[in-house]
Structures are given as C-alpha cells and as structure tokens.
C-alpha cells in the first residue's frame, strides 16, 4: 500500500486557493479509520551559541554551548478526505482524493537562509488502526506579493539629503566636502532604476578620489529561545562608480543605479522571525588618511507597481511572480517541490473523483499581479519632469559661490568653472572610472 501528494509546485499566492490530490494505491483490502491531509506552515531559525562560566573546580572559566531557536507557527488545519467516523475498509485498487483548501491573506512568502527557513507543506496521513499509518509529505512555496498601491504617495516623491565634512590635516582645517543628493522617489518594484542627481562640492585642498553606489539588501534573522538574539546578513544587489573630483572643484553626477528583476525580494513584513530592509548607499572616497563620506536612502521594494507610476513607456510585462522567487543560488538555497504527476484515476468502489482539470479551477483569489501587453511596470518620471524648471542648486554650491565673491589676489583660487573635464589639479582621476 502506498499515497503520494501530487499538486502544483506553485508558488502559490497568499490568499489564493490551493488545489492538489491525494493517490492511494491498495494492493489488498485494508481497514482504515480515515485519510486526512494537515496543511502546516511554520518558521523557524537556529544556531550555536555560547556562553563564559565559571567552574569552581578547575577554577578556570569555561565556553559552554547551546542551541539558540526561534519557532513560529504560521498556519496548521487538517481536511478529512475520507471516512473520519469509525473504521471501515478500502482497496484493492488505485483511489485518488482531490483536495482544495484557501491559503489564509498576508502570509509571509517562502524562504531560507542559513540561519532558518519559512516553510510551508501537506502531510497525508492513511489512518490503519493497530498497525503503522501510511505517510506522504510534500513542501510547495508561498508567494506574498507586495502592492506598492498600499503605501503613502510620500514614497513616489522625489527626497533630498546633504552632509558636509571639514578635511583636516595636522589639526589644520583645509576646507570643507558637500554632498547634496536627491533621489527620484523610495519605493520601487523589480527591474525599475534607481535615480539620483548628487552635487560633490569639494572645497578641500584634498582630491575625492572616486564616488560610488550601491544597493544593499539586509536580512535580519532572530531566535527567542532560551534568550533573544539576531544575527544580519547583507547582500549587495548592484554597484558602480564614478570619478571624483580634485581640489578646489565641484561636480555633478545623473546616476542610476538597477534593481535586477530576478533578485530574491520575499515578502517577510508578517514574518516575526525575519526581518528584511533594503538601502541605496553612496560613498565619496576622499583621498589620503581622511574618512570617506557616506549618505545612504532606505527604499521599498515591491512587487505590484503603483499606479501613479504607469505611464507610456512600460517594462516589459512581468507574467506570474517569477521575479520573486529566482533559480536556487548558494546565498538563497530555496526548498524546491515535488514535480506535479499527470491525472490518474483507475475507478473503485470507493475511489475518488475525478481531478478537475486546470481550466475547471477557480481563478487565485489573491492581489492580481501585472500582465499583459497594456499593463506593466513603468520607469519613473526624469528630472526634467519632477523639475521642470531645471535642478534646484544646491546649498554647497551657493555657499561656495558665496566663497569665491570675496575671494582677493592673496586668497586660494576659486573653483573652475564645470565641464564635462576634469580639473586641472586631478588629471589622473580617468584611471579610476569604472563603467
């Protein structure tokens, strides 16, 4: 005797219903209490932690250590497929049990790390009374998509942020470095770019050697047991680099910076183990023993774009969820499923009914996500468009201007004029470019 699950591999859309069947094949008459099928989801971390004691023995300190766990249920019913009320028998023969259950909404999407997992399963159960039950298991991927639609109109505008640093030497001021950065907006779905329009005012007898961005994501995994900890784990998703500016120079930069579209972007705002963030940071690279200057934005990652963000020049339709759940990689070993088995049903007393075939299945329930050759994801508006009347000039560049009207003959010299050259006092800086 023998049951095997067979279901879509999905991932399955949190709030959908989910649709499968259960095959048993009885090669005699068996008794049986019942046929049931547990859906569970849980998650759950784990590693080694230790701790100092001291042995009054040996009077020495000791490392001792222990497991460190964190365990949350997500989901966890049962469906009665056959029988349930006393014992009753079934077989010989092959007897399929179709089965359908609705994934409750706002469930965190499937994922692993090396520190834990969000997993989500059915387990069948053949209930023979006095003898060892008959088993099957199977894992399928819940996929959580996050509408952009649900956040404040706060995240599609443009956001402006500045620092500014005195370069020193010998506790001697040589001047000061500004950084004046404005971002398109802070939320964004897969494949769009990150814009930014930064000023680097250098008022420094130093160079910037080079200026560089990149995005972050960061995964915070926590255990609760027997104490609370977490570790951080960090992935960097897209970096490039630009050249700097000499002394006494200003430049300015259009950058942008892609969110590839078949990066990992599970959604874990449900998760209470999990925690996930993503930052755009960018660095100016200051030359010499000076510290680097450093600005970062923290963004949103979604999966349905925003309508005030669709526009005339669409992405490329993005069919199912695929962007979320890319091919297994060493950093995101994702649990993979049991491929689904074609239809087989050989009839019986007590068999099963027929599998409804896929065009028979109710429509997911879930958030729709963009498809189509009209609907899509857009690129966000241009600078030209969030200003119209050309970019606000920054605060360091006034104040430099500022400097330079009452600069005299016996003064440093103010700062050339910008081109698309370098300035005479950083020649070099072309061997740094990177494209």
């Known amino acids: 005797m023998s049951c095997k699950i067979f279901m879509d591999r999905g991932p399955h859309l949190s709030g959908a219903a989910v649709q499968g069947r259960l095959e048993c094949v009885f090669h005699k008459s068996e008794k049986i209490r019942g046929i049931k099928l547990r859906v569970f989801g849980d998650e759950r971390t784990e590693w080694i932690g230790s701790e100092q004691h001291y042995d009054e023995v040996t009077k020495r300190y000791e490392t001792i250590s222990f497991p460190l766990t964190g365990d949350n249920n997500l989901i966890d019913f049962e469906l009665m497929l056959f029988g349930g009320v006393g014992e009753t028998h079934l077989g010989p023969g092959t007897f399929n049990y179709p089965f359908t259950f609705q994934l409750p909404p706002n469930l965190p999407s499937s994922f692993m790390n090396n520190h834990g997992y969000i997993r989500y399963g059915v387990k069948a159960v053949v209930d023979i009374p006095w003898a060892m039950d008959y088993e099957d298991k ?3 991927e819940v996929a959580s998509p996050v509408d952009l639609n649900t956040f404040p109109m706060e995240c599609f505008q443009p956001v402006s942020r500045s620092d500014s640093k005195t370069v020193c030497c010998w506790c001697c001021a040589q001047g000061e470095i500004s950084l004046d950065i404005n971002i398109n907006k802070t939320a964004f779905v897969p494949g769009e770019n990150v ?4 000023t680097l005012t250098n008022m420094s007898n130093s160079n910037v050697d080079e200026v560089s961005a990149k995005f972050m994501q960061y995964v915070k995994s ?3 047991h027997p104490h609370y900890e977490h570790k951080e784990d960090q992935y960097e998703f897209g970096f490039k680099t630009w050249s700097g500016v000499g002394a006494h120079g200003e430049n300015q930069y ?12 599970p959604n874990l705002n449900r998760s209470s183990l999990f925690e ?30 925003h309508q005030s963000q669709l526009g005339s020049n669409p992405l490329p339709p993005v069919e199912g969820i695929a962007p ?4 297994t990689t060493s950093g995101y070993p994702y649990p993979i499923s049991q491929p689904t088995a074609p239809l087989v049903n050989t009839g019986g007393p007590n068999a099963g009914t027929q599998y409804p075939q896929p065009s028979q299945m109710p429509q997911p329930s879930g958030p729709p996500y963009p498809t189509g050759s009209n609907t899509g994801v857009v690129l966000p508006p241009d600078y030209q468009s969030v200003y119209p009347t050309g970019r606000p000039e920054s ?7 500022a400097a330079e009207s009452h600069n005299h003959g016996d003064e440093a010299p103010s700062a050339p004029p910008t081109t698309d050259d370098l ?8 061997k740094f470019e990177k494209k």
Do not use: T
């Open 324 to 327: 979320v759940y890319p091919p």
């Open 138 to 140: 199977m894992y399928f």
């Open 276 to 305: 996930i963030s993503y930052d755009v940071e960018i660095c100016a690279n200051i030359d010499g023993c000076h510290s680097n200057m450093d600005l970062s934005f923290s963004i949103e990652i979604g999966h349905i774009q």
């Open 423 to 430: 300035p005479p006092s950083y020649e070099d800086a072309s």
């Open 254 to 265: 259009d950058m942008e910076i892609p969110i590839p579209p078949q990066a990992p972007f």
């Open 222 to 224: 926590k255990v609760e």
């Open 395 to 401: 605060s360091s560049s006034m104040k430099m201007k």
């Open 195 to 198: 814009k930014l329009f930064m």
